[in-house]
């Protein structure tokens, strides 16, 4: 596991501007600047040997600045860190040397360019050496139409998806606004209403129902239909009550996350908590709202996102 630099360099260009320079042990903020670069570094590599990955509740947020944004565009495009998804197999530059490659695993296509090499041959040409083009052209372009047209479906449904929107907390205006899916970062505090898809992998932190509890439906994922209760994580102190009790709100949140390095087991997910007066919250998949899985029963929920993107 590894703690992506450019995620680092985020999260930690915006504590300077705002806070001053952060604390990258627990996700706390140090106002004075009293730790060095290399400190920092240090502490970044430890947490990486104890094979975390560490997101800052308040510190990894996405730039508000518009000049930080449009430097940022492209490298969200191909990032971990962002949430666009990208399910087409071929690009612009791509598509006619990785679509002849996948075409001529078939046996029969090398077996026709065979045919046309021997025909090539003066001693054993049997007919007119274009005539014995005219087969294997007409299957791989065929063929080549039909991928091309598959993977512009793919294309259009990715384009759909990634320009979803969903709330996510602006700490300028301390309020929740709307944002496209593929802005999603993770470490933000993101808002969903019923019947809303979830747009990223997200830790639970408040719902509007009993006991902090919310439901879901998982048919996207795994196919069953039946709902299922997702829990807030259990609270242990008197400033984490406001997660199930009356208005949550993002900036009273000051604890960091652990939690494993991504992976494919969607039924396996733990880690803890970590507050700056050392208590730890241990959080399980109980506590996991996944990305496709839709809310349900529950007239709205706020967690932050931990996994990002595919």
Same mark, same amino acid.
């Given at each position: 596991?590894?703690?992506?630099?450019?995620?680092?360099?985020?999260?930690?260009?915006?504590?300077?501007?705002?806070?001053?320079?952060?604390?990258?042990?627990?996700?706390?903020?140090?106002?004075?600047?009293?730790?060095?670069?290399r400190a920092i570094s240090l502490s970044l590599t430890e947490m990486v040997e104890q094979g975390y990955r560490v997101i800052s509740a308040r510190d990894v947020v996405l730039p508000q600045d518009s000049g930080f944004l449009s430097a940022l565009q492209k490298f969200w495009l191909i990032s971990p860190l962002s949430n666009a998804i990208r399910t087409t197999k071929y690009t612009l530059w791509t598509f006619f040397p990785k679509n002849l490659f996948e075409q001529f695993h078939r046996f029969a296509n090398w077996y026709f360019l065979l045919i046309i090499i021997l025909n090539f041959v003066p001693q054993i040409q049997a007919f007119g050496r274009e005539v014995s083009m005219v087969p294997l052209l007409f299957v791989l372009s065929v063929t080549a139409i039909k991928d091309a047209f598959e993977d512009l479906r793919r294309f259009r449904s990715d384009r759909e998806v990634n320009n979803r929107e969903v709330l996510v907390y602006d700490w300028d205006t301390e309020q929740?606004?709307?944002?496209?899916?593929?802005?999603? %970062?993770?470490?933000?505090?993101? &808002?969903?209403?019923?019947?809303?898809?979830?747009?990223?992998?997200?830790l639970l932190l408040h719902s509007t129902e009993q006991d902090g509890i919310c439901y879901i439906e998982t048919a996207n994922i795994d196919g069953e239909t039946n709902l299922k209760q997702r829990h807030v994580a259990q609270q242990e102190s008197d400033t984490l009550s406001l997660m199930s009790l009356g208005e949550f709100q993002p900036a009273v949140f000051n604890g960091a996350i652990y %939690?494993?390095?991504?992976?494919? &087991?969607?039924?396996?997910?733990?880690?803890?908590?970590v507050y700056p007066d050392g208590k730890r919250i241990p959080v399980n998949r109980n506590n996991l709202l996944l990305r496709g899985c839709v809310l349900r029963n529950t007239e709205a929920a706020i967690g932050i996102v931990v996994y990002a993107g595919e």
């Open positions: 596991p590894s703690i992506n630099l450019m995620e680092y360099k985020r999260f930690e260009r915006q504590s300077l501007l705002k806070y001053g320079r952060r604390d990258s042990s627990y996700g706390s903020i140090v106002t004075e600047c009293e730790r060095t670069d929740f606004t709307s944002r496209l899916w593929r802005e999603v %970062c993770v470490g933000d505090f993101v &808002k969903l209403c019923i019947n809303e898809v979830i747009p990223a992998d997200i %939690c494993e390095p991504p992976h494919s &087991k969607i039924y396996d997910f733990s880690g803890y908590i």
